[in-house]
């Protein structure tokens, strides 16, 4: 690892939606014998990343069942219904309250299955090299989460509103971005049918 090491960088990984698209939990949906869920939180739990939240949903006492070894805060968004920025904001707020000198956040996704904690690690070492940029997950011509915020970008994360997500931010065309090819980020799960087609591709 290279850079200033000292810097604090959190980690909140969002996992409340609703999942309107699979009629079911994305979140407990399993893939190679673990939930999408459990599999994002290992590749977290496993990175440099403190404190780490894990920003749920519905069904609360599964999700603190699947969490329960690894060193998460869960939070819990009731008012997840209204979009992912309202996530956003709460692991983030949750995560301060926790370490008020955080120097920066990761923020991931459950439905990345693919993001291990190998590409995290490389977001983290790239942001440890910049110490002030934003670092984020380039997969085709698509800049986004994983990414790593500094502090000085949390502000900017607090006045998201509806469904827009952390890439609004990237995609500002006056953004500095460091961006890591992390073609793995590429692959989500939306639909029973993306999770039938990745399980059939491993047989």
């Not at 690894?70 to 956003?88: A, D, P, V, Y």
């Not at 994983?146 to 006045?159: S, W």
Request: glycine fraction near 6%.
């Amino acid at each position: 690892m290279t850079g200033n090491n000292s810097l604090k960088i959190g980690g909140i990984l969002l996992a409340a939606g609703g999942s309107s698209r699979m009629r079911t939990p994305k979140q407990f949906a399993e893939f190679e014998g673990k939930t999408l869920l459990r599999r994002a939180a290992e590749s977290m739990s496993a990175s440099i990343c403190d404190p780490v939240i894990a920003v749920l949903g519905d069904e609360n006492s599964r999700a603190e069942n699947e969490l329960a070894d690894l060193r998460f805060q869960l939070r819990f968004n009731h008012e997840w219904k209204s979009g992912m920025s309202s996530s956003i904001k709460l692991g983030l707020w949750e995560l301060v309250s926790l370490e008020p000198v955080i120097d920066a956040v990761l923020i991931t996704l459950c439905d990345q299955l693919f993001v291990d904690t190998q590409a995290l690690d490389r977001l983290t070492d790239r942001f440890l090299e910049t110490q002030t940029r934003m670092v984020a997950a380039k997969y085709g011509d698509v800049i986004g989460v994983p990414a790593i915020f500094p502090r000085d970008k949390f502000k900017h994360l607090l006045m998201l509103e509806g469904d827009k997500g952390a890439r609004e931010i990237l995609r500002d065309p006056r953004a500095i971005v460091e961006t890591i090819e992390i073609e793995e980020a590429a692959v989500d799960i939306d639909t029973i049918d993306d999770l039938d087609r990745l399980k059939s591709s491993e047989l």
